[in-house]
């Protein structure tokens, strides 16, 4: 056989892997355009599930009306775009992590095929529990710290006060007009309202991909138990900086963050330790472990 011969059988392989690739690609972008489509219909119920920390917080400041305002024509419009882009990735995560599956499912083995799927299984389930955590434990804690300097029940009484002609309802609480200084208060913009909340969304989605990470390195030998857990003190400090970086200056928020992502440390140092007991389970069974003892 020639070498030009060698080289046209070489590349027919590299066109057909091209040509899936293609394939799926497609079908995970068509994928991801529907779940827009699904997301942008339902996008303003999404806007006000993800402001709800807000509006309780308001609320309980004494604003009886909580509002939030854009200040462009377009900008209302670019949130909910924004909302279905985020909502309809996770909408067609299924599809395009199907996708990706097939793609790299014919190159592996039996035994890779039953280390890789668990985990593309459990990385979504870890992202949603991780942006469950932000929106109903973590938001709210950030809201109440934040709005909490603005003196917001006096600025609406007496925005209430001049709709009314002076007729304010009694549970309002009205703070007596002042010749000195101005008053500060919260008018939220509702793109940037929604930027904070979207932010610890993925901070805390992505840090909560930590077992997941590290348990699939552990897999492929790349991390051991050991050298997890000789770096604690490193991860301690770590956690301690990112705690202080992606949550308000409230020390209980950060320690709820510095909690949970330790916490997650030590789930991933068991979880490794499990597939090590496991590996070394296999290797016995098998007798290359036993014969590398007695080689020693």
Known sequence: MSQTDDLDDSAAPLIEHLAELR????????????????????AEPILQFLVQPIEATLRELGDPSPTLQYTSPQEYLFTLFRIS?????????????YQLWRF????????????????????????LLGASFAQFVVTPL?????????DVSSIFAGLLSQATG????????VVPETSEGVKI????????SLDITLKF???????????VLLTLMGKAGLVSAEGLGAMRKYAVVAILVLAALVTPPDVITQIILFTVVYG??????????????????????????DDEVDGE
């Open 142 to 150: 950030a809201m109440q710290f934040f709005l909490g300097f603005a």
């Open 201 to 211: 969304i993925m901070a805390f989605g992505l840090c909560f991909q930590l077992p």
């Open 85 to 97: 882009m985020v909502f309809g990735f996770a909408l067609s995560f299924p599809v395009i992590g």
């Open 185 to 192: 208060t919260f008018f939220g913009k509702v793109n940037e």
């Open 166 to 173: 002076g007729d304010v309802p009694g549970d309002v609480a």
């Open 264 to 289: 997650l440390y030590e789930v991933s140092i068991f979880l490794v330790r499990r597939v090590e007991r496991k590996r070394e389970a296999q290797l016995r069974a098998e007798g290359f472990y």
């Open 23 to 42: 394939t799926r690609l497609i079908r995970a972008v068509m994928a991801f355009a529907v779940g827009i489509i699904l997301a942008f219909i339902v």
């Open 104 to 127: 790299v499912a014919p190159g592996l083995y039996k035994n890779e095929k039953g280390a890789f799927l668990p985990f593309l299984i459990a990385s979504p389930f870890m992202f």
